[in-house]
């Protein structure tokens, strides 16, 4: 068994998860500042999520960003279908 580690507030057992303190040990008031602090933490998570889903799924930023390499990729498929197509018409 590991020994339980501090970072912070929040004791973890050294696979480093988080782990309650035993029954007890906390206040109300103690709990309701986690609760609080739990559901700040989870908003911020859930918006930093939101948005890196947006620029990943935005097409059109992502065209923009990678317009050279499609180009390339163009040229390559077409050099490659090109090519197939006058070795099938020279046999």
Do not use: C, N
């Not at 303190?21 to 986690?34: C, F, H, M, N």
């Not at 930093?48 to 947006?54: H, I, M, P």
């Not at 935005?58 to 090109?82: N, P």
């Amino acid at each position: 068994m590991s020994t339980p580690v501090t970072y912070g507030t929040r004791p973890t057992s050294g696979d480093g998860r988080w782990r309650p303190p035993p029954s007890g040990t906390r206040s109300a008031e103690q709990i309701r500042g986690d609760i609080v602090r739990q559901r700040h933490e989870l908003s911020r998570s859930v918006d930093a999520l939101r948005l890196r889903w947006a620029q990943a799924t935005d097409v059109k930023a992502q065209l923009r960003r990678h317009r050279g390499d499609l180009l390339i990729g163009a040229a390559v498929a077409g050099a490659l279908v090109g090519g197939a197509l006058l070795f099938r018409r020279r046999r």
